[in-house]
Nanobody, 114 residues
């Protein structure tokens, strides 16, 4: 059974950092596409960053220069290093993988507040 499990969320002050992880299980080969999305209260889910199997990365303008996406194919894990966090980064963060179809994790809460 294919599953994605996120971890690493929490409460952080503005300007702080967090590192999210997304571990994939039940897969045989590395997925071509993995990405991070987020959903703030009362807003639609939005794309944050993505990374292809060949390590090509893309970022939303709102996080460019502050967030870094990476993946460890040997351990089927994707990461999101988030620096210089702002209150507007507060959201539930989800990881997504394309492996024949879209798979989503359960989400991890990130709260940026003083």
């Amino acid at each position: 059974q294919v599953q994605l499990v996120e971890s690493g969320g929490g409460l952080v002050q503005p300007g702080g950092s967090l590192r999210l992880s997304c571990a994939a299980s039940g897969i045989i080969f590395s997925p071509d596409y993995m990405g991070w999305y987020r959903q703030a209260p009362g807003k639609q889910r939005e794309w944050v960053a993505s990374i292809l199997n060949r390590a090509s990365t893309n970022y939303a303008d709102s996080v460019k220069g502050r967030f870094t996406i990476s993946r460890d194919n040997a351990n089927n894990t994707m990461y999101l290093q988030m620096n210089s966090l702002k209150p507007e980064d507060t959201a539930v963060y989800y990881c997504k993988m394309y492996y024949g179809r879209d798979y989503w994790g359960q989400g991890t809460q990130v709260t940026v507040s003083s």
